[in-house]
């Protein structure tokens, strides 16, 4: 049996989760997978799920979804109970130029070389055991001290500069529309 929406105890699992992995593919080219942390990620309801997506030297996800815009959400225990959650649905990437960037942008913290965020409507779940994934210990968030103050320094024209060097296309040539 399929899930359509995230219960309760599947929200708060997510809730408490410090990291989580992005996957993405265009009709053709590679896959993409990408960690995620910090306080990045907001589950507005039982079926959509926001993640704000701070600069990078890539912009895989974003070139990806503005061609195909299926996306899975995947959360793994690293401590406490055995869990795997995998969420499955269809992604909207949102610039800071667009409309809903405010209102959306306003549900995180504001980190400098913040980008995109994406907006999943979620068609299905699933859980699996976990049981395979070790235990680590969280020591903390590592792009508070090394992410974000990079991007700080740099300002808004040099991220807008980095963006132009490292973010218009993705690895396989598509394109991020990340300037419009």
């Not at 990079?150 to 296309?169: A, I, L, R, T």
Request: charged content about 25%.
């Amino acid at each position: 049996m399929s899930r359509t929406k995230l219960s309760e105890s599947f929200i708060d699992f997510i809730k408490a989760q410090k990291m989580f992995f992005v996957a993405t593919a265009a009709a053709d080219g590679r896959v993409n997978t990408s960690p995620k942390g910090l306080d990045s990620l907001q589950v507005l309801s039982n079926q959509r799920i926001v993640w704000l997506n701070l600069s990078g030297s890539g912009s895989e996800t974003a070139a990806h979804v503005q061609e195909l815009n299926r996306m899975t959400l995947m959360f793994c225990a690293f401590e406490g109970q055995a869990l795997i959650l995998r969420v499955y649905g269809k992604a909207k990437v949102i610039y800071p130029r667009d409309p809903e960037w405010t209102e959306l942008a306003d549900l995180f913290p504001e980190m400098a070389g913040s980008r995109q965020i994406f907006d999943l409507q979620i068609e299905s779940i699933q859980a699996s055991c976990g049981s395979g994934v070790p235990f680590y210990e969280f020591k903390g968030q590592r792009g508070e001290s090394e992410l974000v103050p990079f991007f700080e320094e740099m300002g808004e024209d040099g991220v807008q500069n980095y963006w132009k060097k490292k973010n218009q296309v993705s690895i396989d040539g598509k394109p991020t529309f990340i300037f419009g």
